[in-house]
């Protein structure tokens, strides 16, 4: 899973998480505010009784037939003052929810109850406020609570989504710039724009790590080609030298095996290293591109090269290529090679009596794919990322490996700006895919 895939995961469950926290205590946060500001409501009022009784008397809130007692309620009854002259013992003031009757039934009021003591009487003074408005006020102010937290929770959810796509955007294009390096040479890419440190400092090693495999490339790639070269020499003295003494009277014939045997190891020395040779002049730039090669005439002439291995083999060509795709400029005898090698592998690979096809078809982009596909044992997806490097054999105990082939081809066609892609399973085969640069 991707970076920014994996943050915006990570941001959103922790957003969910917070929202399911908070809807949990919101009910009981909310309830809490809401009696708060009752119980300051009631002691508010409280202060404005006490503040009226000191200004006109008690004998205002207490007509001669309620002297002992009287309740005030409002219009609605909810809300109520009760003032009651006690004789027993002043209690603390408290505040809490007590039922009081109204209208012929229990109602739980908030009330707030405080001693007093006017013209030497001792009096309870109770104001009260019913539950059922407080309850309203809690609802409002509830639903108020949840469409704030969803509107803030999704605000800032789709907030975080953007910052989090434009700080990693630089990230992206730094591994961008990693999938467009396809071998030794790195691509000219233009410099990263980004004022984020962290990945200045990323990007600036990767260069550098690039610029130092480049150099160890291009030490290899001299040193190859300068010891194929001087190799070369020598081998083809040995060689003279093992014609002449095979043309010698009275050569004993066991000498005589082991010249020719000497020979034939002298021959593949030989082609290895001018194989090293080529892959060193094709990284090297050395060969010119100026042709237009004719893909499909290619392909034939490469057939026709190969019709004994084909026949022996029994095998099939099946041919499906729409069009006649050109590759211009290209070098005709690279393109031939690289044609060669993968059909050799594919004959090489193949069973008795198995198929190739070469199929292929235009791109919308104006390039062309070109599909070789043959039925033989499929490749271990193990060695897939492989196959292409240099001197690389998976099977030690079969005759001949991928050796040399199949780095020719992956030079050749980095030279073409050609992107070679392999996939092999049971059901298909081993299929390489040719994706074909427009014609210039």
Request: hydrophobic fraction near 40%.
């Amino acid at each position: 899973m991707k970076l920014q895939r994996k943050l915006v995961l990570l941001t959103t469950l922790s957003k969910c998480l917070m929202a399911a926290v908070l809807l949990l205590i919101l009910p009981w946060l909310v309830q809490t505010l809401v009696l708060g500001h009752t119980d300051a409501a009631l002691r508010a009022e409280l202060r404005q009784v006490q503040a009226r009784i000191e200004q006109v008397g008690i004998s205002e809130f207490l007509p001669q037939d309620q002297v002992q007692r009287r309740t005030h309620y409002d219009l609605l009854q909810d809300e109520f003052i009760d003032l009651q002259a006690t004789t027993a013992k002043m209690p603390p003031d408290t505040i809490g929810t007590f039922p009081r009757q109204r209208q012929g039934s229990e109602v739980d009021f908030r009330v707030l109850r405080h001693s007093a003591r006017y013209q030497g009487q001792p009096y309870i003074i109770e104001i009260g406020k019913s539950i059922e408005s407080v309850q309203e006020v809690y609802k409002l102010l509830r639903n108020l609570a949840v469409y704030a937290l969803l509107f803030v929770g999704l605000t800032t959810l789709l907030l975080e989504l953007g910052v989090i796509g434009s700080l990693l955007r630089p990230f992206d294009h730094i591994v961008e710039r990693l999938r467009a390096v396809q071998g030794p040479t790195p691509p000219d890419l233009p410099a990263l724009r980004t004022s984020t440190s962290d990945f200045q400092y990323l990007d600036a090693s990767i260069q550098q790590m690039l610029v130092k495999i480049q150099s160890v490339f291009e030490q290899e790639r001299q040193f190859i080609a300068t010891a194929s070269h001087e190799l070369l020499t020598p081998i083809s003295v040995l060689q003279n030298r093992f014609e002449n003494m095979l043309r010698a009277e009275n050569l004993p014939e066991e000498a005589e095996t082991q010249l020719v045997t000497s020979q034939k190891t002298l021959q593949r020395m030989t082609v290895t290293l001018r194989t090293l040779l080529l892959i060193s002049r094709v990284e090297n730039n050395q060969f010119a591109r100026t042709e237009e090669v004719p893909v499909r005439l290619v392909l034939q002439e490469v057939i026709e090269e190969l019709e004994d291995r084909i026949n022996n083999e029994a095998l099939v060509i099946h041919w499906n290529l729409t069009g006649e795709p050109v590759l211009a400029p290209a070098n005709r005898s690279l393109i031939f090679t690289l044609f060669f090698n993968l059909l050799s592998n594919a004959i090489k690979y193949n069973q008795y009596g198995g198929q190739i096809e070469l199929g292929g078809y235009s791109t919308p982009e104006g390039g062309y794919l070109l599909r070789i596909c043959n039925t033989g044992k499929p490749i271990p997806a193990e060695h897939l990322p492989f196959i292409f490097e240099r001197f690389r054999r998976f099977d030690e105990d079969a005759a001949e490996g991928y050796g040399l082939g199949l780095a020719v081809v992956r030079s050749i066609a980095q030279l073409h700006h050609i992107t070679v892609q392999v996939e092999s399973d049971e059901q298909r085969g081993t299929e390489f895919t040719l994706h074909l640069p427009p014609a210039a």
